[in-house]
């Protein structure tokens, strides 16, 4: 879910808070969970482009020198 559409569906429940029989508390919580998510996905994807680089990195040590 992008930030965007997060921003959207926040600000189209403030609009009509009301007019459901939701908590505020309750959809807040969900806000806040989706939030976490993208945060965890950023975070994941961070670690992936670490693992890649250390696996270049390794490849390239595991490979015979030429020089000797």
């Known amino acids: 879910m992008s930030k965007e559409r997060l921003e959207e569906i926040k600000d189209r429940y403030m609009v ?3 007019d ?3 908590k505020k508390q309750d959809v807040e919580f969900l ?3 989706a939030e976490r998510v ?3 996905e950023k975070e994941i994807e961070d670690w992936r482009k670490e693992v ?3 696996q270049r990195f390794f ?3 595991s490979q015979p020198s030429l020089d000797g």
């Open 59 to 61: 490849r390239e040590e």
């Open 20 to 22: 459901f029989n939701l």
């Open 31 to 33: 806000f806040k969970q």
């Open 16 to 18: 009509y808070e009301y």
């Open 52 to 54: 890649k680089k250390w």
């Open 38 to 40: 993208q945060e965890l």
